[in-house]
């Protein structure tokens, strides 16, 4: 299916379409390394982030505004990744301009204007995942190789244990899970380390 018979379907609100929107999209997003840990953190769930998108594209009509120029899938994904980078933990990104006034009546504290740069730190997130995705690589490759299959292709155990030629799909869940704590651990210190 192209990207025009695609932007149609979702458009048209087809099942057969946004099914590739959650195949293709919302679901990969959700359990992909940059976005799981923040919509853990903000109790954000791939139905809640394919709810926003349906409101936004087919409520708000924001589907027109796709021309063409670019993939379908790509321009959608952008849209699912701010809603997990503006997500507030009690309101899943939406914010009330009611009480961001100093003079609103009847509201607490004014809405505190944000004083860290938000690409800076991405940026400094990213640098530092692949610094210790090298750590993790330095220390057991294979542990390495599974952990970006699972976290980065979205494969299967299954098909790990196939490609890898792994004794049993319970033991890349094992050491899949052993590369997450390894990756924990080492945030885990290097956040310590930033605090002295």
């Excluded at 990207?3 to 195949?23: F, I, M, S, T, Y």
């Excluded at 379908?72 to 990744?81: A, D, N, P, Q």
């Excluded at 997450?180 to 080492?186: A, D, G, T």
């Amino acid at each position: 299916m192209d990207d025009r018979e695609w932007h149609r379907l979702v458009k048209n609100g087809e099942d057969a379409g946004w099914k590739l929107v959650w195949e293709r999209v919302v679901e990969p997003e959700s359990k992909s390394m940059r976005s799981a840990e923040m919509m853990e953190r903000f109790s954000l769930t791939a139905g809640d982030l394919m709810g926003m998108l349906y409101e936004e594209m087919i409520g708000k009509g924001k589907i027109d505004l796709y021309r063409g120029e670019g993939s379908f899938e790509g321009w959608l994904k952008r849209y699912v990744r701010g809603y997990v980078l503006n997500a507030d933990p009690n309101k899943h990104g939406e914010i009330s301009i009611e009480g961001a006034h100093p003079d609103a009546e009847g509201e607490g504290e004014a809405m505190a204007l944000p004083v860290q740069d938000q690409e800076t730190l991405r940026l400094e997130v990213w640098r530092m995942t692949l610094y210790f995705f090298r750590l993790l690589w330095n220390e057991d490759p294979e542990r390495c190789y599974i952990h970006l299959l699972k976290t980065r292709f979205h494969l299967s155990s299954e098909e790990i244990r196939d490609f890898l030629d792994v004794s049993s799909a319970a033991n890349v869940d094992q050491i899949f899970s052993r590369s997450i704590k390894f990756m924990r651990e080492s945030w885990q210190k290097w956040e310590a380390g930033k605090k002295m």
